[in-house]
C-alpha cells in the first residue's frame, strides 16, 4: 500500500509537534521589571522579614504588580521601570551588604507551564539590553607583585638563616642582595639553591652581591595565572550583582569581555568589576621618627604612608596580614554607629595575626586601604590614560587584647564604601589591576528595538514565502507552509529546552532555515511534477517523489551542517549562537520537510483513489 504511514510515525510527529508548541508557548510572554532580594549569609531571608519588606514598599506609594516569596528569595514584579527603580534604591539602603538586591527581568511564563519545566529563552546582550566591558590585565604589575612577594620572601629568609645583610632592593628589574660580609655569600647560594631555585641567579663583581631575577618561564606563568584568577574573581563578583546569564570570555593574552545581559545599575556594574581594592594590616613604627621620613629619610624596615586627614605616619615594612587571607567580610557598624567592615581570616592569616597580637598588645596597628583608579588625562590635546596606586590608611587602632580568626575594621567613610569594600573582599581580590578600555552600553530599548526588526524581517520573509508556495504549489504549498511553521516551532521549544541564549545572529539562523527547509519541500515537489509529466499516477509520482528527492535533500542538509559544526567549533560568542540555532535548524528541517509534509499529505491523498494532484 503507498502513501500510508503505519500509526506509531503519526504518533511521532503529533507527539513532537505538541511537544514544541508547550515548550516554546513560553516565549510569548513578556518579563516584568523586578527587584530581587537574596541573603549573601548561610540564613535566608525569613518570612517576618519578607513581610516587613513589602510594608515598606507599600509604605513608599508603589504598588507592586506581584510579591513572590520563595526559597528565602524575594522577588518584587512592578508595571513598570520607574517603580522598579524606586524600590531598588529603597531596598539597597534598608537592607545593608548582607543582602544582594538586584535589578531584573522577571519571565511572566503561567505556573502551569513553569510547572512542566517550560521557560523562556534567555535574550543577550543584543536584544535585551545590558552593558559591555573590556578589560585590559596590566601584566607589568602583575610580574611586579610578584617581584614584590620575592622581595619580603627574600627578607624573611635571609633573617630566618640568621645570615647578616645590608639590603634586599628591586632595581631595574633585579632583586639585589646585599651582605654585610662577603664570606657569608656560599651560604647565600646554598639557601638560594633550596628555597629560591626559580629565580634566575647573577653574581656581579661585588663579592658581598647576588643579583636574582624572575625567570622568563615564570613571568610567563605569572601572567597566565593573572589573567585566569581575574576571570574567576570577575565571575564572582558578576553573582554578586546577581546577573543571569553572564558573559566572561577571555579575547587574547591580555583582555577579558565582560557582557552583562539586562543589567540596568551600568554605574555599579562599573564600580564592582574595574575597581581593584584591598587591605593590609601592618604594625605602626613607633621607634623613629615620622618627622625624618617626611624630610627623606626613611628607615629601611619601614615605609612611609598617609592617613586619610594627610598626617605621615610610619608604618612597618612587614605584612601581617593582606586581602587574599581574607576568607568572608560583611559590612555594619561598631558601637559608636560609624560603618565597618567585619573581617574573617583564613588558617594562615588567623595564625600570623594571632602570632603577632600575641606580642604586640598595647602597640599599633594599621589598616592600609590599597586602591588602583584609572582616570583619563589631556596631555598635548591626547587623551591619555593614568594609572594610578592608592594606598592610605584608614584605621589605626592599639592592639587591646590577643585575636585572630575574626575582628573589625573601621575608619570608611562612608556605609556604601564599607558595602563596596565588603563586596569586592568577598569576591577575592584580582590578581593583578585591571583597567576598563571599552564600555557600551546597549539600552533596553535598543534592544526591544532589535527584536522588533528581527521579528519584522523574519514575519515579511515568511509571509513571502507562505505566499509564493500557496500560490505556486497550491494543497501541496499549504502543507509545505504548515511544514514550515512546525519546524520554527521545533528550533524555538529547542532553544527552550536547552536554555540557550538567543541573540540577533541566532533570529538570523532560525530564518536561515526556514529558507532550507522550503528548498527541501521545493525539490520533492518538483520531483512530483515530473513524475507526473513522465505518466506515472499520482500516488506513484508522490511515492517515487519523496523516494528520490530524499538522497538529493540529504546530501545538501549535510554539507550545511558540516559548515555549522565547524562554525560551532572554531567561532565564538554571537558566531557560535548562530551555528547553534542553524544545526538545530536543520536537524529539525530534515523531519519536517520529509516526514511532517509526508504524513500531511498521506492524510490528504493516500489510501483512495486520486485523479488529479493540487500541485
Known amino acids: 500500500m503507498q502513501n500510508h504511514f503505519p500509526l506509531w510515525k503519526n504518533l511521532l510527529v503529533l507527539i513532537v509537534f505538541g511537544i514544541g508548541i508547550i515548550y516554546s508557548l513560553p516565549n510569548m510572554y513578556g518579563d516584568d521589571p523586578s527587584v530581587q532580594v537574596s541573603s549573601t549569609q548561610s540564613a535566608k531571608i525569613a518570612q517576618e522579614q519578607a513581610n516587613q519588606i513589602k510594608s515598606e514598599i507599600e509604605a513608599s506609594g508603589v504598588t507592586a504588580k506581584a510579591f513572590e516569596f520563595n526559597d528565602g528569595r524575594i522577588l518584587a514584579r512592578f508595571s513598570n521601570t520607574d517603580d522598579q527603580l524606586k524600590v531598588d534604591d529603597l531596598l539597597r539602603d534598608k537592607m545593608g551588604s548582607n543582602y544582594t538586591v538586584a535589578l531584573n527581568l522577571a519571565p511572566t511564563t503561567p505556573a502551569w507551564l513553569r510547572a512542566l519545566g517550560a521557560n523562556a529563552m534567555y535574550l543577550g546582550l543584543d536584544l535585551r539590553g545590558g552593558v559591555h566591558f573590556l578589560l585590559e590585565v596590566d601584566m607589568d604589575a602583575a610580574a611586579r607583585q610578584a617581584e614584590d612577594r620575592y622581595n619580603d620572601d627574600l627578607r624573611l629568609a635571609l633573617r630566618g638563616a640568621n645570615m647578616r645583610y645590608q639590603s634586599v632592593t628591586k632595581n631595574n628589574g633585579f632583586i639585589k642582595i646585599t651582605l654585610k660580609s662577603a664570606a657569608d655569600k656560599s651560604a647565600l647560594l646554598t639557601l638560594l639553591d633550596k628555597d629560591f631555585r626559580t629565580l634566575d641567579i647573577t653574581e656581579p663583581e661585588a663579592q658581598d652581591q647576588v643579583w636574582l631575577k624572575v625567570s622568563e618561564k615564570e613571568v610567563r606563568e605569572i601572567k597566565k595565572f593573572a589573567v585566569s584568577q581575574n576571570m574567576t574573581t570577575l565571575r564572582n563578583r558578576v553573582n554578586e550583582l546577581g546577573v543571569a546569564e553572564p558573559v566572561i570570555q577571555q579575547q587574547g593574552d591580555n583582555r577579558i569581555m565582560v557582557q552583562l545581559p539586562g543589567v540596568q545599575d551600568t554605574t555599579r556594574a562599573k564600580e564592582i568589576l574595574g575597581t581593584t581594592a584591598t587591605l593590609e594590616y601592618r604594625l605602626v613604627d613607633t621607634e623613629h621618627d615620622v618627622r625624618e621620613a617626611v624630610a627623606g629619610r626613611v628607615p629601611v624596615n619601614s615605609r612611609l604612608y598617609y592617613e586619610r586627614n594627610g598626617n605621615p605616619i610610619l608604618l612597618d615594612r612587614r605584612v601581617i596580614v593582606t586581602g587574599d587571607q581574607i576568607v568572608d567580610a560583611s559590612s555594619g557598624q561598631d558601637e559608636d554607629g560609624r560603618p565597618s567592615v567585619n573581617i574573617s581570616l583564613n588558617g594562615v592569616g588567623a595564625a600570623k595575626m594571632a602570632k603577632t597580637t600575641q606580642v604586640s598588645v598595647g602597640k599599633p596597628m594599621a589598616v592600609v586601604f590599597i586602591e588602583y583608579k584609572v582616570d583619563t588625562r589631556m596631555v598635548n590635546g591626547q587623551k591619555v590614560r593614568h594609572k594610578e596606586k592608592v594606598e592610605k590608611v584608614i584605621n589605626v587602632a592599639t592592639i587591646q587584647g590577643v585575636f585572630s580568626k575574626r575582628f573589625q575594621t573601621t575608619g570608611l567613610d562612608s556605609p556604601q564604601e564599607a558595602r563596596n569594600l565588603s563586596l569586592l573582599l568577598r569576591a577575592g581580590a584580582l590578581a593583578a589591576p585591571v583597567d576598563i578600555v571599552e564600555e557600551r552600553t546597549v539600552g533596553p530599548s535598543l534592544g526591544q528595538d532589535n527584536i522588533d ?45 536547552l536554555q540557550a541564549t538567543l541573540t540577533l545572529p541566532g533570529i538570523a539562523g532560525i530564518i536561515l532555515t526556514v529558507g532550507m527547509s522550503v528548498d527541501a519541500n521545493v525539490l520533492i515537489f518538483e520531483r512530483i511534477k515530473e513524475e507526473l509529466r513522465n505518466g506515472n499516477t499520482p500516488q ?28 560551532f567549533a572554531f567561532g565564538t560568542g554571537s558566531v557560535k549562537g548562530f551555528a547553534v540555532t542553524l544545526i538545530i535548524g536543520i536537524l529539525s528541517s530534515m523531519f519536517t520537510a520529509i516526514t511532517g509534509t509526508r504524513m500531511v499529505i498521506n492524510w490528504v491523498y493516500g489510501n483512495r483513489r486520486v485523479g488529479k494532484l493540487s500541485i
Open 453 to 497: 526588526k528581527g521579528m519584522l524581517s523574519f514575519v515579511v520573509g515568511f509571509a513571502l514565502v507562505v505566499l509564493f508556495m500557496a500560490v505556486y504549489y497550491k494543497l501541496f504549498g499549504m502543507i509545505a507552509n504548515f511544514a514550515l511553521a512546525f519546524n520554527v516551532v521545533i528550533v524555538v521549544a529547542i532553544l527552550s529546552m
Open 540 to 567: 506513484s509520482a508522490i511515492f517515487i517523489g519523496y523516494e528520490k528527492a530524499f538522497a538529493t535533500i540529504l546530501d545538501s542538509h549535510f554539507t550545511n551542517l558540516v559548515v555549522a559544526v565547524v562554525l
